[in-house]
């Protein structure tokens, strides 16, 4: 029979390891160099790990790295984590900019002879969660909001009642980062259905 194991034996299992991982670009530190956003990655590694950051970005690191390259192969590299670079920074101007063009439509609709919906659209566009400013929506006015798909096929918020001025009032005070003159307010009649 075999003997029952005593506590001086420590596990024969390995033991799980923990390994972080970037909050940019979501892959572990190591691997940031082929996501594109290399800069923001480091700088977030700076901040949050600094002992890692030193481990992988301190001068020695990236000599030792280099130094097993050729001299072809450096210059790709330099050539390629340049390109990055530069398409990262473009992305980042093209989202910047159409964020700033984006328009909020804040729209009243008829629906019967004396009932209105609000619409809202091109929220989205602003980073914003269409279901969690619809729920806000619902509690601020109390009333009736969802999120609903339109025919363009694109998403926008219905409020019901007539809440345009309101909501816009509303969308200007709550969310700084859009800008008032990109907020419009349109009044539109919806057609009879066809019986």
Not at 121 to 136: C, N, Q, R, T, Y
Request: net charge negative; aromatic share 6%; with cysteine.
């Amino acid at each position: 029979m075999s003997d029952p194991p005593t506590e001086d034996s420590g596990p024969n299992e390995a033991q799980a390891r923990h390994v972080v991982y970037c909050g940019v670009c979501t892959l572990p530190p190591e691997y940031c160099e082929f996501g594109g956003t290399t800069q923001k990655c480091e700088d977030w590694l700076k901040e949050h790990h600094p002992d890692l950051h030193a481990q992988l970005y301190s001068e020695e690191a990236i000599a030792s790295t280099l130094a097993t390259l050729s001299v072809d192969a450096r210059k790709r590299a330099e050539k390629d984590s340049s390109k990055k670079a530069a398409k990262a920074s473009a992305a980042e101007a093209r989202l910047l900019e159409q964020k700033q063009n984006a328009k909020v439509l804040i729209k009243r609709v008829e629906r019967n002879k004396r009932k209105y919906v609000t619409a809202v659209s091109g929220l989205e566009a602003h980073g914003l969660e269409l279901k969690k400013v619809a729920k806000e929506f619902g509690k601020k006015f109390a009333c009736g909001s969802s999120v609903t798909k339109t025919p363009s096929g694109g998403e926008e918020i219905v409020v019901q009642g007539d809440l345009s001025d309101e909501i816009y009032d509303w969308v200007v005070e709550t969310y700084k980062d859009i800008p008032e003159e990109n907020v419009d307010c349109i009044e539109d009649k919806k057609k009879k259905a066809a019986g």
